[in-house]
């Protein structure tokens, strides 16, 4: 289960010793593409549980090999957004645990120079209001893409949005509490700061790069 600290209230961390040992190995500068893709996405999948705690159900009848009893199914229509590209391994791991969601896509690109995204891609289901929407990247640096896309996502009619990353960084937190104070962000961890060109400290790199084998 995660926690909320005083300093980023819109935030619930992962303490799990699972969770910790895989992003440990994330980390490591040697580990190559294909465990980075696997951890990934095995993260992902973990936190998911945690993050779907709160969605309503509702009561079905269902028969048994023994007998008729009372089950239970999400209510709504889960959405999942990853934010391409590096949202896309994160996309699989909550894939593998509801696999009935449904996957809308995101493109947007950092500029290096304002830190700012650019949109170039956006493929969404019309009835996102259906039901709880998840958006997905692993690494809220300075917030600005999040924030993106939070706003695109509210415009197309989401009313119940939350949010997962693997490494956040203090700033992004920040500034996502300040653009959308309605927002919850599920993170693994909280790193210390980002550098003079944007990068999460220590963070673990570029996230797309190294699942792709692009570095």
Request: with cysteine; proline share 7%.
């Amino acid at each position: 289960m995660g926690t909320t600290r005083d300093e980023h209230p819109n935030a619930v961390i992962f303490e799990h010793p699972l969770i910790r040992h895989k992003l440990t190995w994330m980390r490591d500068e040697t580990t190559s593409y294909r465990p980075f893709r696997a951890l990934i996405s095995q993260i992902a999948g973990l936190m998911v549980y945690e993050v779907t705690r709160s969605f309503p159900v509702r009561e079905i009848e269902v028969k048994t090999p023994v007998e008729t009893t009372t089950g239970y199914r999400l209510a709504g229509r889960v959405t999942v957004v990853p934010v391409l590209r590096a949202g896309l391994g994160m996309a699989e791991g909550i894939l593998e645990v509801m696999p009935e969601a449904r996957v809308g896509h995101l493109g947007m690109a950092r500029n290096e120079e304002t830190l700012e995204p650019a949109l170039y891609l956006k493929k969404l289901p019309a009835d996102l209001n259906a039901g709880p929407v998840i958006l997905v990247d692993p690494m809220l640096a300075t917030g600005g893409s999040a924030s993106g896309a939070a706003t695109l996502l509210k415009a197309a009619g989401v009313n119940d949005l939350r949010m997962i990353c693997l490494v956040a960084a203090p700033e992004g937190l920040k500034r996502m509490q300040q653009d959308h104070p309605d927002l919850t962000i599920y993170a693994a961890c909280v790193d210390r700061q980002l550098d003079e060109r944007g990068y999460i400290c220590p963070g673990l790199g570029d996230a797309g790069d190294r699942m792709y084998g692009t570095v």
